[in-house]
């Protein structure tokens, strides 16, 4: 209808209206939708994992995941700028409980400065634009539905550039900059774990503590999901001996996580063989604790002397 729009689910909140998700994505409206990462039933749990985010990833829309509530603050704002010129539907994820649920110190702007990087929503079509009459939601069958959802892939692809070029932007205005991912002490690791949200925060302290015993550990998290920047990730993980994804959601398709398989695509289209590791975790909120992701850490390291005793993992579960 021409109006800027933002709405916030969750879990089956997510689920009940998924038909909607590709509706909104398929009329290029620039919606933004705040998830708040919860399991999916069944059984019935409320508490964090990234199941319902991942049921839809391919639903068209950008995705972009947050470590902490700085960062799901600036990514909503950066997310309306996103939607506007990419003319797509935006999600932006905070894990449930771990974040929307503590408390944390957060850096805000005034409302100026964020209205003023936003700037006006001037739609060139809209429901109620009585001076240029459009269909919305018209049938289209065999004859145009294949070229429409080609133009929509083609806008996701182009998408890219516009996160990169508005995260710059943001970034002068702040100083708090977001790329594709985040490397955490990368340079010159040869283990390096990948994982995305919250996750990444108790990654960061394992890092820390592995690298001041002399391991080569790094980490990296990955911002955006949709679109995946395979050949930015492919490049960074160049000099990676062992690699562990880890996914807090599982695809329930007898191989590793949406995560893991994103990572091993992207390597693979880049000419790279590499030893990856799947870790499934954190599922309906089961805590992860830093001894677990040293456990990743050291089993990555018999991984790079070729001691691999599995290549997709249950971390924590009682089996």
């Known amino acids: 209808a021409g109006g800027r729009v933002m709405t916030g689910p969750s879990s089956q909140g997510l689920a009940l209206m998924a038909e909607m998700l590709y509706i909104a994505a398929g009329l290029r409206l620039p919606i933004v939708l705040a998830d708040v990462n919860r399991a999916l039933s069944s059984p019935i749990n409320i508490h964090c994992d990234h199941s319902d985010t991942m049921m839809v990833r391919d639903a068209g829309w950008v995705q972009i995941f947050s470590e902490n509530a700085q960062e799901a603050y600036d990514n909503m704002i950066q997310a309306v700028r996103i ?90 205005n702040t100083g708090r900059s977001y790329g594709l991912f985040e490397d955490y002490k990368m340079a010159g690791a040869e283990l390096i774990i990948i994982a995305m949200g919250s996750t990444a925060g108790t990654a960061k302290v394992v890092v820390d503590a592995m690298r001041e015993k002399g391991v080569k550990a790094g980490l990296m998290k990955p911002r955006v999901f949709r679109p ?24 329930l398709n007898g191989h590793e996580g949406p995560l893991c398989l994103e990572v091993k695509a992207a390597l693979y289209d880049n ?44 971390l924590g579960v009682r089996e």
């Open 83 to 172: 939607a506007e010129t990419a003319k797509l539907p935006v999600v932006v994820t905070t894990d449930g409980f771990i974040i929307s649920h503590g408390m944390e110190r957060i850096e805000i702007l005034d409302d100026a400065e964020v209205k003023k990087f936003v700037g006006e929503y001037k739609p060139k079509d809209y429901l109620l634009n009585f001076d240029r009459i459009l269909t919305v939601g018209a049938l289209d069958l065999t004859d145009y539905y294949f070229e429409h959802r080609r133009q929509l892939a083609e806008g996701v692809m182009a998408s890219k550039a516009i996160i990169s070029d508005v995260s710059k932007e943001f970034g002068k």
């Open 228 to 251: 995946f920047p395979k050949e930015e990730i492919a490049d960074a993980l160049k000099g990676a001996r062992a690699i562990a994804v880890m996914d807090r959601s599982d695809s």
């Open 271 to 314: 000419g790279m063989n590499k030893t990856i590791l799947n870790y499934i975790y954190g599922l309906g909120g089961r805590e992860l604790k830093l001894e677990d992701v040293e456990y990743i850490y050291n089993e990555l390291s018999e991984a790079a002397k070729g001691k691999v005793k599995a290549k997709v993992n249950y």
